[in-house]
């Protein structure tokens, strides 16, 4: 176990404040649930919403409610790039996962491939947001709108983020935001359902009306695990959990059984200053970024604007080896670098076998490549410097002063190009 400074990937910190709301949470009954929910609806200017335990959770009880207002339609398009808790989600709903390679400069549908995927049996399509990059919302409700298909945001990675002066989460059909650790506000773990629809409102809340909220014992140990996550996520202190493997930290699991619960009033009390922590937030990271691409001299990550409050900022880089040992030297260093989706959906072992005969290349290819510099408050000038350096393969470090341009670091468009040609 290495004794050092280490920055988290991501971080959302919970101060003092937020965490004696949360214990007056405990008292105050729904009180602050009703809060949270009106200051939802004002803030993204949306008529309905529902607090629940989880991002996952919210998407699994959307999707159910999809189905039954479509209920001769049981896929969902996702793309073959997202997170885990995607299908499981799905799974658990007792739909058909179906997968839409991916754009690699945007992380994003490939359109083209979109456009063949919605079909007669397609429920619903989920865009992701992926670390806060818009996707192309407008072409993904045009098309769906043809074809008589429903648009699902999935803004867990994407709350306060915005497109066309819309805020991203409500620009489809229905939409979710995750609260869960690392995202833009966190009270542990959390999902907040936002849409327009008066009738998937309805459909939501024949669902929602069955949720109970969790017992108290478990009330208490998110409560007490919150607690820690505001000590333990500081970069004096990281190191600690990040040298407990039992804690799966960053680790990003398929699992079908997670709790679907009503959001408690102690994780909305901690969510009290949701709205100044969301802003504050993403004005950091998105400096953060701008600083960081400034000491790249110009070279544009994946989303290829570099002023986006990017959750995280996604790179790719030349190959899976590099990958590896950025993410091995930087775990020495403690600079908080790390894959994120170790593989594309297809691969994931529960349902691999769905997808034997199908391939998504560019899904592989980011999988392969893709490191995230971290964006939050405790980055400093240092670490940027170091960052940076680390990711200027060693072939290519001409001095220290010029390192930034990073010849080799390129937009993932960029690279795809290079090596289909
Ligand atoms: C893109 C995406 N969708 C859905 C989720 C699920 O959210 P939660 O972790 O709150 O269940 C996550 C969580 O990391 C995510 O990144």
Redesign the pocket.
Known sequence: MRVRRTLPPAAAPLHLRDLWSGFKGFLAGETYLKNLEEGIKEYFGVRHVFLVS????A?YLILRSLKSLRPVRSEVLIPAY??F??PSAIVRAGLKVTLCDIDASSLDFDRKLLEEGVTDETLCVVP?H?FGIPSRMDDIVRLCRKRNVFVLE?A??AMGGRHGGRFLGTIGDVGFF???RG?SVTCG???IIVTNSDAISRAIEKEYSRLSFPRTKDNVGEYLKAVMMSLFIRPQLYWIPAALPFLKLGR?VFDSR?PVMRLSPMQAGLCIDWRRRMETAMNVRKEQAAMFCRRLKGQEPAGGVSALPYLRLPFIVENRDRKRKICTASQRKGLGITQMYPFPINDVPQIAHRFARAAFPVARFVADRLVTIPLHKWVSDKDRDEMARLLVPASSQPDRDTAGSLDAIRTTGDLVGKERA
Do not use: I, P
């Open positions: 989880s991002g996952k959770a998407l997202t997170c808790s995607v992701n992926l999935d867990a990675q995750s609260l869960g995202k773990s959390g999902g990003t997670f």
